[in-house]
Protein backbone atom coordinates (compact mmCIF):
# COMPACT_ATOMS: atom_id res chain seq x y z
CA UNK A 1 0.00 0.00 0.00
CA UNK A 2 2.37 2.12 0.79
CA UNK A 3 4.43 1.50 -2.60
CA UNK A 4 1.35 2.31 -4.37
CA UNK A 5 1.05 5.74 -2.57
CA UNK A 6 4.51 6.73 -2.78
CA UNK A 7 4.66 6.00 -6.81
CA UNK A 8 1.10 7.75 -7.02
CA UNK A 9 3.07 10.86 -5.33
CA UNK A 10 5.68 10.54 -7.96
CA UNK A 11 3.63 10.14 -10.84
CA UNK A 12 1.91 13.32 -9.62
CA UNK A 13 5.08 15.47 -8.75
CA UNK A 14 5.85 14.21 -12.60
CA UNK A 15 2.75 15.61 -14.04
CA UNK A 16 2.66 18.76 -12.00
CA UNK A 17 6.16 19.33 -12.93
CA UNK A 18 6.41 18.43 -16.62
CA UNK A 19 3.15 20.37 -17.11
CA UNK A 20 4.38 23.93 -15.91
CA UNK A 21 6.82 23.49 -18.38
CA UNK A 22 6.27 26.72 -21.47
CA UNK A 23 6.77 24.71 -24.07
CA UNK A 24 4.57 23.55 -27.70
CA UNK A 25 5.37 20.05 -30.30
CA UNK A 26 5.35 21.36 -33.72
CA UNK A 27 4.68 18.35 -36.24
CA UNK A 28 5.23 18.18 -39.86
CA UNK A 29 4.73 15.35 -41.84
CA UNK A 30 6.49 14.16 -44.97
CA UNK A 31 6.69 16.09 -48.35
CA UNK A 32 5.50 13.54 -50.12
CA UNK A 33 1.91 12.90 -48.67
CA UNK A 34 0.19 13.60 -45.73
CA UNK A 35 1.89 11.50 -42.87
CA UNK A 36 -0.29 8.57 -41.51
CA UNK A 37 1.09 9.48 -37.88
CA UNK A 38 -0.90 12.01 -36.32
CA UNK A 39 -1.28 13.13 -32.14
CA UNK A 40 2.58 12.79 -31.53
CA UNK A 41 3.00 13.18 -27.48
CA UNK A 42 6.21 13.43 -25.25
CA UNK A 43 5.74 11.57 -21.86
CA UNK A 44 8.93 13.72 -20.77
CA UNK A 45 9.07 11.77 -16.94
CA UNK A 46 9.07 8.56 -18.70
CA UNK A 47 11.53 10.76 -21.71
CA UNK A 48 8.23 8.29 -24.04
CA UNK A 49 7.13 9.22 -27.18
CA UNK A 50 4.01 8.09 -28.76
CA UNK A 51 1.77 9.04 -31.72
CA UNK A 52 -1.28 7.29 -33.45
CA UNK A 53 -1.56 5.91 -37.31
CA UNK A 54 -4.23 5.66 -39.66
CA UNK A 55 -2.11 2.61 -41.10
CA UNK A 56 -0.67 -0.71 -39.54
CA UNK A 57 3.46 -0.45 -39.95
CA UNK A 58 5.01 -3.43 -37.87
CA UNK A 59 7.75 -1.32 -37.29
CA UNK A 60 8.44 2.47 -36.62
CA UNK A 61 12.26 4.28 -35.75
CA UNK A 62 12.46 7.27 -33.42
CA UNK A 63 15.21 9.86 -33.34
CA UNK A 64 15.72 12.42 -30.31
CA UNK A 65 18.37 15.02 -30.81
CA UNK A 66 19.31 18.44 -30.53
CA UNK A 67 22.20 20.99 -31.38
CA UNK A 68 25.25 18.73 -29.39
CA UNK A 69 23.48 15.16 -29.84
CA UNK A 70 21.50 12.24 -31.54
CA UNK A 71 20.08 8.77 -30.41
CA UNK A 72 18.12 6.56 -31.92
CA UNK A 73 16.68 3.59 -30.10
CA UNK A 74 15.75 -0.02 -30.99
CA UNK A 75 13.33 -0.18 -34.06
CA UNK A 76 9.87 -0.94 -31.93
CA UNK A 77 6.67 -2.72 -33.42
CA UNK A 78 4.11 -0.57 -31.34
CA UNK A 79 3.16 3.44 -31.50
CA UNK A 80 5.58 3.84 -28.13
CA UNK A 81 8.96 4.84 -28.30
CA UNK A 82 10.70 4.76 -24.82
CA UNK A 83 14.66 7.22 -25.33
CA UNK A 84 17.27 5.23 -22.80
CA UNK A 85 18.65 7.34 -20.15
CA UNK A 86 22.09 7.68 -22.11
CA UNK A 87 19.93 9.75 -24.79
CA UNK A 88 18.16 12.13 -21.77
CA UNK A 89 19.15 15.61 -22.87
CA UNK A 90 18.36 18.81 -21.60
CA UNK A 91 15.11 20.39 -23.59
CA UNK A 92 15.14 24.29 -22.49
CA UNK A 93 16.95 24.54 -26.06
CA UNK A 94 14.67 22.93 -27.76
CA UNK A 95 14.54 18.83 -29.34
CA UNK A 96 14.20 17.71 -32.71
CA UNK A 97 11.72 14.42 -32.63
CA UNK A 98 11.66 12.10 -35.67
CA UNK A 99 9.51 9.39 -36.25
CA UNK A 100 9.67 7.20 -39.25
CA UNK A 101 8.45 4.24 -40.94
CA UNK A 102 11.55 1.63 -41.96
CA UNK A 103 11.69 1.05 -46.02
CA UNK A 104 9.15 3.95 -46.79
CA UNK A 105 9.24 7.24 -47.19
CA UNK A 106 6.59 7.75 -44.53
CA UNK A 107 7.87 9.89 -41.69
CA UNK A 108 6.93 13.10 -39.05
CA UNK A 109 9.10 15.35 -38.16
CA UNK A 110 8.29 17.41 -34.74
CA UNK A 111 10.11 20.11 -32.63
CA UNK A 112 9.99 20.51 -28.77
CA UNK A 113 10.38 24.32 -28.32
CA UNK A 114 10.27 26.64 -24.89
CA UNK A 115 7.64 29.04 -25.04
CA UNK A 116 7.95 32.65 -22.41
CA UNK A 117 9.83 35.79 -22.51
CA UNK A 118 12.96 35.08 -24.61
CA UNK A 119 16.31 35.72 -22.43
CA UNK A 120 13.85 35.20 -19.35
CA UNK A 121 15.48 31.84 -17.99
CA UNK A 122 18.27 31.46 -15.40
CA UNK A 123 21.93 31.93 -17.23
CA UNK A 124 25.29 30.19 -16.07
CA UNK A 125 23.74 27.32 -14.14
CA UNK A 126 26.80 24.92 -12.34
CA UNK A 127 26.34 22.58 -8.93
CA UNK A 128 29.62 21.41 -6.66
CA UNK A 129 29.81 18.51 -4.60
CA UNK A 130 32.40 18.95 -1.73
CA UNK A 131 32.86 17.62 2.11
CA UNK A 132 31.44 14.32 0.25
CA UNK A 133 27.93 15.40 0.57
CA UNK A 134 27.06 18.75 0.56
CA UNK A 135 26.05 20.26 -2.91
CA UNK A 136 25.58 24.26 -4.26
CA UNK A 137 24.08 24.94 -6.89
CA UNK A 138 24.22 28.72 -8.23
CA UNK A 139 22.75 30.51 -11.09
CA UNK A 140 21.63 34.08 -12.33
CA UNK A 141 18.28 35.72 -13.23
CA UNK A 142 17.79 35.87 -17.02
CA UNK A 143 19.20 39.29 -18.46
CA UNK A 144 15.74 39.75 -19.70
CA UNK A 145 13.44 38.56 -17.18
CA UNK A 146 10.69 40.90 -15.42
CA UNK A 147 11.94 42.62 -11.91
CA UNK A 148 9.57 40.28 -10.40
CA UNK A 149 10.51 36.68 -11.45
CA UNK A 150 11.45 34.81 -8.81
CA UNK A 151 12.67 30.87 -9.93
CA UNK A 152 12.59 27.74 -7.55
CA UNK A 153 15.34 24.88 -8.23
CA UNK A 154 13.56 21.12 -8.80
CA UNK A 155 16.31 18.16 -9.21
CA UNK A 156 15.72 14.32 -8.99
CA UNK A 157 19.31 12.58 -7.89
CA UNK A 158 18.46 9.25 -10.05
CA UNK A 159 15.47 8.26 -12.30
CA UNK A 160 14.58 5.73 -9.67
CA UNK A 161 14.35 8.13 -7.01
CA UNK A 162 12.05 10.96 -6.07
CA UNK A 163 12.29 14.62 -7.07
CA UNK A 164 12.66 17.42 -4.89
CA UNK A 165 12.84 20.89 -4.40
CA UNK A 166 15.24 22.62 -2.84
CA UNK A 167 14.66 23.40 1.14
CA UNK A 168 17.05 26.41 1.34
CA UNK A 169 17.37 28.63 -1.39
CA UNK A 170 20.25 31.39 -1.61
CA UNK A 171 19.20 34.77 -1.88
CA UNK A 172 20.47 37.84 -3.80
CA UNK A 173 19.63 41.50 -1.58
CA UNK A 174 16.03 41.25 -3.90
CA UNK A 175 14.92 37.87 -2.55
CA UNK A 176 14.92 36.78 -5.60
CA UNK A 177 16.50 32.97 -5.57
CA UNK A 178 19.76 32.24 -6.79
CA UNK A 179 20.78 29.56 -5.56
CA UNK A 180 20.46 26.30 -3.43
CA UNK A 181 22.15 24.18 -0.45
CA UNK A 182 21.56 20.72 -0.39
CA UNK A 183 22.86 18.04 2.13
CA UNK A 184 23.42 14.24 2.26
CA UNK A 185 23.88 14.04 -1.19
CA UNK A 186 24.98 10.55 -2.65
CA UNK A 187 27.20 10.93 -5.53
CA UNK A 188 26.61 8.03 -7.80
CA UNK A 189 27.48 7.48 -11.54
CA UNK A 190 23.51 7.99 -12.61
CA UNK A 191 22.57 11.45 -14.20
CA UNK A 192 20.63 13.64 -11.88
CA UNK A 193 18.25 15.71 -13.69
CA UNK A 194 18.16 19.96 -12.41
CA UNK A 195 15.02 21.73 -13.32
CA UNK A 196 15.30 25.61 -12.64
CA UNK A 197 11.49 26.95 -13.32
CA UNK A 198 10.56 31.01 -12.91
CA UNK A 199 7.35 32.41 -12.64
CA UNK A 200 6.08 36.25 -12.94
CA UNK A 201 3.16 37.79 -12.42
CA UNK A 202 2.02 38.85 -15.78
CA UNK A 203 5.07 36.73 -18.41
CA UNK A 204 5.77 33.51 -19.04
CA UNK A 205 9.17 32.58 -17.94
CA UNK A 206 11.26 30.15 -19.69
CA UNK A 207 12.85 27.35 -17.87
CA UNK A 208 15.67 25.73 -17.27
CA UNK A 209 16.73 21.77 -17.19
CA UNK A 210 20.01 19.98 -17.04
CA UNK A 211 21.54 16.53 -16.53
CA UNK A 212 24.67 16.06 -14.59
CA UNK A 213 26.77 13.37 -13.87
CA UNK A 214 27.58 13.90 -9.61
CA UNK A 215 30.70 12.35 -9.54
CA UNK A 216 32.34 14.78 -12.22
CA UNK A 217 31.47 17.62 -10.21
CA UNK A 218 32.69 16.50 -6.96
CA UNK A 219 35.73 17.96 -5.08
CA UNK A 220 37.64 15.72 -3.46
CA UNK A 221 38.89 16.19 0.11
CA UNK A 222 42.78 16.22 0.87
CA UNK A 223 44.36 12.59 1.35
CA UNK A 224 44.35 11.27 4.84
CA UNK A 225 47.26 10.25 7.12
CA UNK A 226 49.57 11.98 5.45
CA UNK A 227 52.70 11.15 7.18
CA UNK A 228 56.58 11.86 6.59
CA UNK A 229 59.38 9.13 8.17
CA UNK A 230 62.79 10.39 7.14
CA UNK A 231 66.73 8.46 7.52
CA UNK A 232 69.51 9.63 6.92
CA UNK A 233 70.26 6.34 4.47
CA UNK A 234 70.15 6.73 0.84
CA UNK A 235 66.25 6.65 0.91
CA UNK A 236 66.00 9.84 2.43
CA UNK A 237 62.39 10.16 3.39
CA UNK A 238 59.09 7.99 2.72
CA UNK A 239 55.90 9.91 2.08
CA UNK A 240 52.59 7.75 3.13
CA UNK A 241 49.02 8.85 2.87
CA UNK A 242 45.40 6.93 2.42
CA UNK A 243 42.93 8.12 -0.33
CA UNK A 244 40.85 10.71 0.38
CA UNK A 245 36.72 9.73 1.46
CA UNK A 246 34.24 9.39 -1.13
CA UNK A 247 30.73 8.18 -1.06
CA UNK A 248 30.77 5.95 -3.96
CA UNK A 249 34.08 4.37 -4.54
CA UNK A 250 36.50 2.45 -2.18
CA UNK A 251 39.02 1.27 -4.83
CA UNK A 252 42.30 2.88 -3.98
CA UNK A 253 43.74 2.47 -7.20
CA UNK A 254 41.09 5.00 -8.54
CA UNK A 255 43.02 8.23 -7.95
CA UNK A 256 46.11 10.08 -8.60
CA UNK A 257 48.28 12.53 -6.18
CA UNK A 258 50.02 15.49 -7.10
CA UNK A 259 52.72 16.03 -4.18
CA UNK A 260 54.65 19.30 -3.58
CA UNK A 261 57.65 19.52 -2.03
CA UNK A 262 59.23 22.84 -0.69
CA UNK A 263 62.00 24.04 1.14
CA UNK A 264 61.27 25.99 4.15
CA UNK A 265 63.96 28.10 4.22
CA UNK A 266 64.09 29.47 0.34
CA UNK A 267 61.39 31.98 -1.20
CA UNK A 268 58.77 30.37 -3.44
CA UNK A 269 60.18 32.14 -6.35
CA UNK A 270 63.32 29.88 -5.92
CA UNK A 271 61.77 26.41 -5.99
CA UNK A 272 63.15 24.32 -8.92
CA UNK A 273 61.35 20.62 -8.18
CA UNK A 274 57.86 20.67 -10.48
CA UNK A 275 55.06 19.11 -8.54
CA UNK A 276 55.41 14.96 -8.40
CA UNK A 277 52.32 13.03 -9.88
CA UNK A 278 52.21 9.33 -8.82
CA UNK A 279 49.11 6.17 -8.67
CA UNK A 280 50.14 4.45 -5.32
CA UNK A 281 50.19 5.73 -1.65
CA UNK A 282 53.55 5.98 -1.35
CA UNK A 283 56.69 8.18 -2.52
CA UNK A 284 60.24 7.81 -1.71
CA UNK A 285 61.85 11.66 -1.38
CA UNK A 286 65.42 11.38 -2.21
CA UNK A 287 66.54 14.88 -2.39
CA UNK A 288 66.19 15.11 1.42
CA UNK A 289 68.73 17.23 3.36
CA UNK A 290 69.08 16.59 7.05
CA UNK A 291 70.05 20.05 7.36
CA UNK A 292 67.18 21.45 5.83
CA UNK A 293 63.74 21.31 6.46
CA UNK A 294 60.84 20.95 4.26
CA UNK A 295 57.20 21.65 3.54
CA UNK A 296 54.91 19.07 1.99
CA UNK A 297 51.19 19.20 0.88
CA UNK A 298 49.17 17.10 -1.76
CA UNK A 299 45.76 16.68 -3.56
CA UNK A 300 43.81 14.04 -5.09
CA UNK A 301 41.50 13.43 -8.27
CA UNK A 302 40.14 10.31 -10.01
CA UNK A 303 41.84 8.55 -12.72
CA UNK A 304 40.24 5.45 -14.77
CA UNK A 305 37.62 5.57 -12.60
CA UNK A 306 34.06 7.39 -12.21
CA UNK A 307 35.52 9.77 -10.25
CA UNK A 308 36.25 13.46 -10.98
CA UNK A 309 38.66 13.99 -12.97
CA UNK A 310 39.88 17.74 -11.45
CA UNK A 311 41.84 18.01 -9.02
CA UNK A 312 40.75 18.04 -5.09
CA UNK A 313 41.84 20.21 -1.91
CA UNK A 314 45.44 20.81 -0.89
CA UNK A 315 46.01 19.15 2.32
CA UNK A 316 47.28 21.15 5.42
CA UNK A 317 50.72 22.11 5.07
CA UNK A 318 53.19 19.29 6.77
CA UNK A 319 56.71 19.86 7.72
CA UNK A 320 59.17 17.51 8.36
CA UNK A 321 62.98 17.02 8.81
CA UNK A 322 65.28 18.73 11.05
CA UNK A 323 66.60 21.71 9.83
CA UNK A 324 69.59 23.80 11.22
CA UNK A 325 71.11 23.18 14.42
CA UNK A 326 70.81 26.69 16.04
CA UNK A 327 71.92 24.76 19.35
CA UNK A 328 75.33 25.76 19.36
CA UNK A 329 74.23 29.65 18.91
CA UNK A 330 71.86 29.45 21.62
CA UNK A 331 74.26 28.18 24.29
CA UNK A 332 76.95 30.70 23.17
CA UNK A 333 74.50 33.37 23.48
CA UNK A 334 73.83 32.07 26.80
CA UNK A 335 77.04 32.58 27.61
CA UNK A 336 78.04 36.04 26.57
CA UNK A 337 74.47 36.79 28.70
CA UNK A 338 76.17 35.22 31.48
CA UNK A 339 79.59 37.04 31.55
CA UNK A 340 77.64 40.02 30.98
CA UNK A 341 75.26 39.57 33.71
CA UNK A 342 78.08 38.75 36.28
CA UNK A 343 80.41 41.98 35.08
CA UNK A 344 77.73 44.26 35.85
CA UNK A 345 76.83 42.93 39.03
CA UNK A 346 80.99 42.99 40.08
CA UNK A 347 80.54 46.62 39.10
CA UNK A 348 77.26 47.34 40.85
CA UNK A 349 78.84 45.87 44.40
CA UNK A 350 82.10 47.54 43.63
CA UNK A 351 80.55 51.17 42.97
CA UNK A 352 78.07 50.15 46.37
CA UNK A 353 80.94 49.56 48.87
CA UNK A 354 83.06 52.74 47.77
CA UNK A 355 79.78 54.37 48.68
CA UNK A 356 79.41 52.55 52.31
CA UNK A 357 83.83 53.78 53.08
CA UNK A 358 82.91 57.61 52.39
CA UNK A 359 80.17 57.36 54.41
CA UNK A 360 81.34 55.42 57.44
CA UNK A 361 85.61 56.69 57.66
CA UNK A 362 87.37 53.85 60.04
CA UNK A 363 87.20 54.91 63.60
CA UNK A 364 90.96 55.21 65.38
CA UNK A 365 92.08 52.32 66.92
CA UNK A 366 94.01 52.40 70.72
CA UNK A 367 97.98 53.13 70.27
CA UNK A 368 99.99 50.00 70.62
CA UNK A 369 103.17 50.50 72.85
CA UNK A 370 104.96 48.19 71.01
CA UNK A 371 104.45 49.08 67.70
CA UNK A 372 104.32 52.84 68.11
CA UNK A 373 105.89 54.03 64.70
CA UNK A 374 103.32 52.18 63.00
CA UNK A 375 100.57 53.38 65.47
CA UNK A 376 102.21 56.85 65.24
CA UNK A 377 101.65 56.52 61.24
CA UNK A 378 98.64 55.33 61.37
CA UNK A 379 97.11 58.36 64.14
CA UNK A 380 98.81 61.26 62.72
CA UNK A 381 96.80 61.14 59.52
CA UNK A 382 93.82 61.55 61.83
CA UNK A 383 95.77 64.42 64.28
CA UNK A 384 95.12 67.94 63.53
CA UNK A 385 97.99 70.21 62.24
CA UNK A 386 97.68 72.35 65.36
CA UNK A 387 98.65 69.02 67.88
CA UNK A 388 101.07 67.39 65.81
CA UNK A 389 103.88 68.97 67.77
CA UNK A 390 102.65 68.35 71.24
CA UNK A 391 101.93 64.45 70.18
CA UNK A 392 105.73 64.69 68.85
CA UNK A 393 106.39 65.56 72.68
CA UNK A 394 104.84 62.72 74.76
CA UNK A 395 106.29 60.11 72.61
CA UNK A 396 109.69 61.10 73.19
CA UNK A 397 109.20 61.38 77.14
CA UNK A 398 107.33 57.90 77.10
CA UNK A 399 110.49 57.01 75.03
CA UNK A 400 112.94 57.69 78.02
CA UNK A 401 110.90 56.69 80.32
CA UNK A 402 111.15 52.96 79.09
Given at each position: MFD??????????YMMLFHSLHADIHCMGSEAQESPIT????????????????KNFSKY???????????????????????????????HEGVFLIIEVPNTNISKHCTFSPGGING????????????ISLMNCTW???????????????????????AMECELYIRDENGRNTGCRFQNVRTDVNKAYFLVNGSSKDSLIQFYDEYIRLYKIEILTPPLNVTANCTTDSVGCIITWQPPLTSHVENVKCFQYEIHIQTKDEPKEEEKDPPVRVRSNR??????????????????????????????????PIEFGQGKDYFV???????ALGTISVTLLQYCLFKRYCSFKSIFPPIPQPRDKFNISTDENSQTEYASPQNKQLYRGVVTVVEELI
Open positions: TLELICMIWWNVKMDWSKMELSWESSKCTIRNRDMEGTPPEVNSTKCRFPVELYMPLSAIENFSCVIYNQAGRDAPEDTQYFLYWQNSRYDDYEFQNYNEKKKYILKMRARGKSCLISSNWGEWTEFVVLFLI
